[in-house]
């Protein structure tokens, strides 16, 4: 059974960071793309960044764009989502998805699998 499981969130000031787990179990990572999601409250799910399967290639939403880095260890079956230069806009609950199905990498409809996220909050 694939499951995801997220950790890593916290509070944080402006300006610090932290740095997301995704963890992978019942599937091998690689041979999936593996997308980083949030949502704030009152507010739609919006996608982060994701690491493609085929190349590890990588997208970001232009918010984030220069602050956030998603990389995954293999031979931990996890991805990592580097958060830095965190802004209180970023507040939100952080979830990992898998089993891209097609459409936009970006997109929450595009993934079958989803984590019960992680919360990170950005508050001085």
């Known amino acids: 059974q694939l499951q995801l499981v997220e950790s890593g969130g916290g509070k944080v000031q402006p300006g610090g960071s932290l740095r997301l787990s995704c963890a992978a179990s019942?599937?091998?990572?690689?041979?999936?793309?593996i997308g980083w999601f949030r949502q704030a409250p009152g507010q739609e799910r919006e996608g982060v960044s994701c690491?493609?399967?085929?190349?590890?290639?990588?997208v970001y939403a232009d918010s984030v764009k220069g602050r956030f880095t998603i990389s995954r260890d293999n031979a931990k079956n996890t991805v990592y989502l580097q958060m830095n230069d965190l802004k209180p806009e970023d507040t939100a609950l952080y979830y990992c998805?898998?089993?891209?199905?097609?459409?936009?990498?970006?997109?929450?409809?595009?993934?079958?699998?989803w984590g019960q996220g992680t919360q990170v909050t950005v508050s001085s």
């Open positions: 998805a898998a089993a891209f199905r097609g459409g936009g990498y970006l997109l929450p409809s595009s993934y079958l699998n």
């Open positions: 690491i493609k399967r085929s190349d590890g290639s990588t």
């Open positions: 019942g599937f091998t990572l690689p041979y999936f793309t």
